[in-house]
């Protein structure tokens, strides 16, 4: 096989497991999928191909100076909400607002090709949990419904460190 070809190759796994989900995933969550079908690709070529899918224009790099870079198989302009706790970036189903280019653009010194817009707060999930954990807090074993890795905890764990799943974990009823 070239280069080439193995590139493309990748790069279509990329997209494949990228356009498989709405999660918005993480460069880590893209790898662990990847792996599977290509048990050799490196974290690093990882980056390398999701940077080469942004400036093709295939998907869209989430930062927003957030820290936490995730991904978007969807490239057409859009808005997202992030929780500001777990991290999690869903869409949010508004018209994207030209009308704010048009405005902005007499401010803006240049030439103005788009916005980005992320509201922030916290997740239905996050705020289920945070009122589950007022009421837990002896030692519990949880499952994660995922893998089934388990663990202790004193609240429901938020992410498998082990399939990188989100809120995962359902509570282990013991004799
Ligand atoms: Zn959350
Ligand atoms: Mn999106």
Known sequence: MS??????EQRRLILEALRSTTCH???DWIYERVREKLPHISLGTIYRNLRTLVQMGEIMQLDYGSGQDRFDGNP?????????QCGAVSDVEI???????VKAAPHCSGTITGHRLEFVGECNQCKTNRQEEAEVNEMALFKCTNCGHEREARCKPRKCPE?????????????
């Open 25 to 27: 995933p993480t460069a």
């Open 95 to 101: 018209p994207y607002a030209h009308e704010f280019d």
């Open 3 to 8: 280069g080439f070809q193995r590139m493309t």
């Open 163 to 175: 399939c990188q799943s989100q809120n995962s974990y359902e509570k282990v009823e013991q004799k």
């Open 76 to 84: 057409e302009p859009h808005y997202h909400f992030r929780c500001c």
